[in-house]
């Protein structure tokens, strides 16, 4: 199994910024790539960013310019860097791994960062 551990979401002013963290743990052999994503209340989940192994990005349009992802394979851990924060960046943040574990291909959740922007 892999198991994600998400951190540092909170309340900020529009403008500002943020940085969340996603560490997996567990039986990993290999991640192929890891994402974020989030859902703001009354609307569906939606992939705000993702890194591969390699280190390409991909990036929801609303975030371009404005948020970096990237990823530390040593120590499998991603991390988000949000600036220039938006009242409807406002969501529930989920980091997502593509993971190889015991053989086989795994897709794992972490529970979820709240980051609330104030206008």
């Known amino acids: 199994q892999v198991q994600l551990v998400e951190s540092g979401g909170g309340l900020v002013q529009a403008g500002g910024s943020l940085r969340l963290s996603c560490a997996a743990s567990g039986s990993i052999f290999s991640i192929n790539d890891m994402r974020w994503y989030r859902q703001a209340p009354g609307k569906q989940r939606e992939l705000v960013a993702a890194v591969s192994s390699g280190g390409f990005t991909n990036y929801a349009d609303s975030v371009k310019g404005r948020f970096a992802i990237t990823m530390i394979n040593a120590n499998n851990t991603v991390f988000l860097q949000m600036n220039g924060l938006k009242p409807e960046d406002t969501a529930v943040y989920y980091c997502?791994?593509?993971?190889?574990?015991?053989?086989?291909?795994?897709?794992?959740w972490g529970q979820g960062t709240q980051v609330t922007v104030s206008s």
């Open positions: 997502n791994a593509d993971a190889v574990a015991w053989g086989r291909r795994v897709d794992s």
